[in-house]
């Protein structure tokens, strides 16, 4: 299974973004059954746990820092995963990245994802 994450750009403080994961896979393997999460890596820092989603969206997960800000979301026949970031703030520019969990569910563990897609670039301007 393979991930790709688009969406990123140079966004003013106070703006939004809404970044999008694409799966696919060869024999049709998709990702419908797996748990996803959003991670990031800032310049400088370890990669952070972002926002997960359960297999069939009806579990989400946000790290503190952007609860009530960030907004996952997923559309399972079209094998996407979303990340709607609003009120962005300098401190999330990062690259950002999806993974699919080896579980139905996401996890804060970033060893529990097996399946891992190239970032997007989120800059955040002050």
């Known amino acids: 299974v393979q991930l790709q994450a688009s969406g990123g750009g140079l966004v003013q403080a106070g703006g939004s973004l809404r970044l999008s994961c694409a799966a696919s896979?060869?024999?049709?393997?998709?990702?419908?059954?797996?748990?996803v999460g959003w991670l990031r890596q800032a310049p400088g820092k370890e990669r952070e746990f972002v926002a997960g989603?359960?297999?069939?969206?009806?579990?989400?997960t946000y790290s503190d820092s952007v609860k009530g800000r960030f907004t996952i979301s997923r559309d399972r026949a079209k094998n996407m995963v979303y990340l709607q970031m609003s009120s962005l703030k300098p401190e999330d520019t990062a690259v950002y990245s999806c993974?699919?969990?080896?579980?139905?569910?996401?996890?804060?563990?970033?060893?529990?994802?097996?399946?891992w897609g190239q970032g997007t670039l989120v800059t955040v301007s002050s």
């Open positions: 993974a699919a969990s080896r579980s139905p569910y996401s996890s804060t563990n970033l060893s529990q994802y097996n399946y």
């Open positions: 989603i359960s297999w069939n969206g009806a579990s989400t």
């Open positions: 896979g060869a024999s049709g393997r998709t990702i419908s059954n797996n748990g």
